[in-house]
């Protein structure tokens, strides 16, 4: 008889996330691809790529399996979801890098290293800041990218007051697409997810952590940290960082892939 294990099945936690993750984001796999076209476009085949709030992995991944000479550091402060990716991707040949790191304050460039980036990427993550957060962040991005460099953002960037029409068309899409997602497909949405992992040994050691981190604010529930951030003001706080040629590559609805060159 084999042994008992605590070990989680990080595989299946990986794909459970990306299935929860392709609930809220309809063409979750085309929007990467159209990442890692954009990046073979404008730097090569053999990037050195940062992958920003990475949680478990996915784009790192997608990143490494698409481009053999690429290597990429993947930074978060979520412990759990990054001893979930640590846990199914390890470091693919020695190609990826982990950091746990927060980049809310102004330690996590010192983490990262001295190396400069030819492209960062990031993915539904950057809503989680406040305006003040996320304009600091964008001048850390534009430190950390050689110049040149490409930075690419997919996230829920939202239409400002100027398209109350475009508002209230996303919000009425996107409650049918989620409940398709979430009822008829029997998709886990979010809160759910989380819950499913209560009660595991290691797990349970994770979430406490990740409990004493976010400090009240765990992200297992809707709750964010800050409003959901405009388009116009990514674009401004792109401009006033340094970056030029600033642009949405991919959109559907309010899910935009904005492109800026540092």
């Not at 996915?58 to 930074?75: D, G, M």
């Not at 959901?228 to 609805?253: K, P």
Request: glycine share 6%.
């Amino acid at each position: 008889m084999a042994e008992p294990t605590d070990t989680p099945d990080w595989q299946q936690l990986l794909h459970t996330w990306d299935r929860q993750q392709q609930g809220y984001v309809a063409h979750r796999e085309q929007l990467i691809g159209t990442m890692l076209d954009a990046t073979e476009a404008v730097v090569g085949d053999a990037p050195l790529a940062l992958d920003l709030a990475c949680g478990p992995g996915t784009i790192s991944a997608r990143l490494l399996e698409r481009f053999p000479k690429a290597r990429c550091v993947a930074v978060d402060i979520d412990p759990l979801l990054l001893a979930i990716g640590q846990g199914a991707l390890s470091t693919m040949d020695g190609r990826l890098h982990w950091v746990d790191a927060d980049i809310t304050t102004d330690s996590w460039l010192q983490a990262i290293g001295d190396e400069q980036f030819d492209v960062v990427l990031s993915a539904t993550a950057l809503h989680w800041l406040t305006p003040a957060q996320l304009i600091t962040t964008y001048r850390d991005i534009s430190a950390a990218l050689r110049p040149g460099g490409l930075l690419l953002n997919a996230d829920r960037l939202e239409f400002d007051e100027r398209s109350p029409t475009c508002r209230e068309l996303t919000a009425t899409v996107t409650k049918t697409r989620w409940q398709t997602a979430f009822c008829a497909e029997d998709i886990d949405d979010w809160e759910t997810w989380w819950a499913s992992l209560a009660g595991h040994p290691v797990l349970e050691a994770l979430l406490e952590t990740r409990r004493e981190r976010f400090a009240g604010n765990d992200g297992t529930t809707t709750q964010r940290r800050g409003a959901i951030t405009s388009y116009a003001l990514h674009v401004a706080a792109l401009a006033e960082a340094g970056f030029h040629e600033i642009d949405t590559i991919w959109q559907d609805l309010n899910r935009r892939l904005l492109l800026a060159i540092n």
